[in-house]
């Protein structure tokens, strides 16, 4: 689950960045000064950053696949968190921080 959350994050991220070709300039520029090559996997990151037009239709192709998984998992999970936490008030809340 945390592998799913990250890998949205790092997509909404990346959508949020609108001077996405100028960073991987100067990420190749900052390798290359490095590591006196140029990267092996330079072509294919840019590749990756420019698909990113439409984040969301990118989202949700990318989970076509694993929906029925995905669904079934939060709802496993989401009757065990109901059962400990009870009803949710600011007397609750402030219990679980402090524990």
Request: charged residues 20%; proline residues 2%.
């Given at each position: 689950m945390d592998l799913l959350i990250s890998y949205v994050q790092v997509?909404?991220?990346?959508?949020?960045?609108?001077?996405?070709?100028?960073?991987?300039?100067v990420y190749a520029?900052?390798?290359?000064?490095t590591h006196v090559s140029m990267e092996p996997t330079f072509a294919q990151l840019?590749?990756?950053?420019?698909?990113?037009?439409?984040?969301?239709?990118?989202?949700?192709?990318?989970?076509?696949?694993?929906?029925?998984f995905l669904?079934?998992?939060?709802?496993?999970v989401s009757s065990s968190y109901s059962k400990g936490?009870?009803?949710i008030d600011r007397k609750n809340i402030e219990q679980y921080r402090d524990t």
């Open positions: 997509q909404l991220l990346l959508s949020s960045i609108s001077e996405r070709k100028q960073i991987i300039g520029l900052a390798f290359r000064v840019g590749l990756y950053v420019n698909e990113h037009t439409n984040t969301w239709k990118k989202l949700q192709r990318d989970f076509e696949n694993v929906s029925p669904a079934s998992m939060i709802l496993s936490i009870g009803k």
